[in-house]
């Protein structure tokens, strides 16, 4: 399995984002350099196992969060990114992307059995 370090760049920028971090404050925070993290967010660079877990520490989010789209087991990770996406909901809109979900569901099960 190749690792995409792009997506995984793009998930750290997403959550430094949410939290107001700004490239220079998480670099102090991990001790990694203020263009490293830039590489990184751009997948410009591979990151290190301590990079990545000075990341992960200083951003208070799981290894799984970053790693979903490389890890099997990731399926209550993308469970809590759905709740998120459902929380602000109105019901119509819950029910639209519910019904939408079940069908592209029943889709991939059909496609799975050909």
């Known amino acids: 399995m ?13 959550e430094r984002l949410k939290q107001k971090v700004t490239q220079e404050k998480l670099a102090e925070m991990t001790g990694v350099g203020t263009t490293h993290i830039s590489h990184i967010e751009t997948g410009n660079s591979k990151l290190s196992i301590k990079a990545f877990v000075s990341i992960v520490n200083a951003l208070n989010i799981s290894a799984d969060e970053l790693f979903r789209n490389h890890i099997a087991k990731s399926k209550h990770v993308l469970a809590g990114e759905m709740a998120e996406v459902m929380a602000d909901c109105t019901d119509d ?3 639209v992307i519910t019904d939408a979900a079940i069908a ?11």
């Not at 190749?2 to 750290?12: A, M, N, P, S, T």
């Not at 592209?104 to 050909?114: A, D, E, G």
């Open 2 to 14: 190749q690792i995409d370090y792009l997506d995984i760049g793009k998930r750290i920028r997403a």
């Open 104 to 114: 592209i569901k029943t889709s991939l099960r059909k496609s799975s059995r050909k």
């Open 93 to 95: 809109e819950a029910r």
